[in-house]
């Protein structure tokens, strides 16, 4: 998707601080952080949301390497014993901004439950 800003960033044509990748997915620094540790890891090919993953051919993959990225990316950040969530919007009700799949990693601080 040429004007997907992720894909863009996929694509090396605007600038992240990217801190895990693979060939399947990309983890970097949220821009706008919520917590001391907010990393967003995605797919490198451009899906939507997570609805749209389920249909896709390789979700078990994505979702694999998304998992393998988090697990990699926490115990990397120091987060892995202390706590950390794991949380992706779908559609504008959940606060989704940006329409290409994505998953934040938030650590080094309390959260509350329910979320806002
Ligand atoms: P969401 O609201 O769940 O769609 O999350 C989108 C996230 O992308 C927000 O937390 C933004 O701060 C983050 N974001 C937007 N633009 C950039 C960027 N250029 N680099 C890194 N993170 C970004
Ligand atoms: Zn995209």
Known sequence: MSDCLFCKIIKKE?????????????????????APTHILIIPNKHVADIHELSSENDCGEIMAAITKGIKEITDCEGIDESGFRVVTNKGTEAGQTVFHLHFHILGGREFRWPPG
């Open 14 to 34: 605007i600038p992240a601080e990217v801190v895990y990748s693979n060939n399947v997915v990309t983890a970097f620094k949220d821009i706008n952080p919520q």
